[in-house]
């Protein structure tokens, strides 16, 4: 203070700490400068003395959080890459003996020929369609990996083309096993318009892909299969979307299983598949601030039902285009 008193110097946010009657340290922040009086020739020291105590705690509080994220970050950083390289290990070191072990066992058979008993080609087979198996699990597994730590591109996604994209693709592989098996498949879609949302588009065609070609594939059993797509914006702005088919359904009491790794709630013989890509599915919404349930009852149908935030509105965003 003799700076400001004598030489006219000023004093910004000085922090001191006082120690109180009842043995408390305090810290105060101290502001002083020079004022001159109005029609006077004198002048005052205008002094402010606060307590900051509170303040400087929460302050300390916050860089040891922040300490404690960075942390945190460059754990979940080392765990990235340690499954970057597992999901180098899995596709290069795993996939080479299954090429190798299908790859023989069909060339065994072709050699074989006609010397092969039943049994013989039967083992052989079995060999060949289990590798084929492995080797679709293992695919899966490293999509549902890279869904859960690749980079996310937001953009204005046009929900309805997904859909129509989706549907043509897998129209056109159900026209494909037709020619293979001469079997005719009825599908019959009801979507209704859907909207604009700002989201990752190569992650939400997973999302459309599992969904719907989990409809289709569940509803073989029914001439002609339905399948339903639903929009609904909630109350405060939330995004609704509803996928139902009327195919084989599901107990519900095994509905927790649904949406795990590996899980399965039909057998692989029935209808065939790695039970990943309802995994998936939630892994992509979860990153999206979403989550997705279902509703279905044995020999039913099933109801997938999913939820965007209200953030993702493109047209709030002035995203859409």
Request: charged share 25%.
């Given at each position: ?6 030489r006219g110097r000023?004093?910004w946010?000085?922090?001191h700490?006082q120690r ?18 109005p029609?006077?020739?004198?002048e005052v020291?205008l ?8 303040q400087?705690?929460?302050q300390?509080r ?9 942390g945190k970050v460059e754990?979940?950083?080392e765990?990235?890459?340690e ?10 070191d795993?996939r080479?003996p ?13 050699h074989?020929g006609e010397?092969a008993?039943e049994k013989?080609l039967h ?5 060949s369609n289990?590798a084929?198996r492995m ?12 869904l859960?730590r690749?980079?996310?591109r937001?953009?204005?996604?046009d ?8 549907r043509a693709?897998?129209d056109?592989?159900?026209q494909s ?12 879609w ?8 700002v989201s990752?588009e190569?992650?939400m065609?997973?999302?459309w892909?599992?969904?719907?070609g989990?409809?289709?594939k ?10 339903e797509?639903?929009?609904?914006q ?9 996928v139902?088919?009327n195919?084989?359904g ?13 899980q ?15 995994a998936s599915?939630?892994r992509?919404l ?6 997705i349930w279902a509703?279905?009852a ?5 109801t997938?039902h999913?939820?965007?935030?209200p953030?993702l509105d493109?047209?709030?965003k002035?995203?859409?285009?």
């Open positions: 203070l003799t700076d400001v008193l004598l000023e004093l946010d000085y922090e700490e109180t009657a009842d043995e408390q340290v305090r810290t105060m922040l101290i502001n002083a400068r020079r004022m001159p009086l029609d006077k020739d004198d020291v002094m402010t003395v606060s307590d900051v105590t509170v400087r705690a929460v300390q916050v860089e040891e959080l922040n300490r404690q994220l960075e754990q979940v950083s765990v990235n890459r499954l970057e390289a597992f999901s180098y290990s899995v596709s290069h795993l080479a299954l090429r190798h072990i299908g790859g023989f066992s069909d060339k065994l058979a072709r074989l010397q008993d013989s083992y052989l087979g079995v060999i289990s084929k080797a679709a699990l293992i695919d899966d597994l490293l999509v549902y990996s890279r859960g690749a980079a996310m937001m953009q204005a996604v929900m309805q083309s997904l859909v129509a994209d989706t693709m897998l056109a592989n159900l096993e037709a020619e293979e098996t001469g079997v005719h498949r009825q599908v019959e009801k979507v209704a318009p859907l909207p604009i949302l990752d190569n992650m065609r997973q999302v892909l599992n969904l719907l989990n409809a289709i569940y509803s073989s059993n029914r001439d002609p299969a339905r399948i797509v639903d929009y609904q909630q109350a405060d702005g939330g995004h609704l979307f509803t139902r088919d195919g084989a599901f107990d519900m009491a095994y509905a927790g299983k649904l949406f795990g790794v590996f399965r709630l039909h057998k692989a013989s029935d209808y065939p598949g790695t039970g990943i890509g309802l599915v939630r992509v979860t990153r999206h601030g979403g989550r509703e279905s044995v020999d039913a149908g099933a997938f999913f939820l965007l935030p953030a493109a047209i709030n002035g995203s859409a285009a």
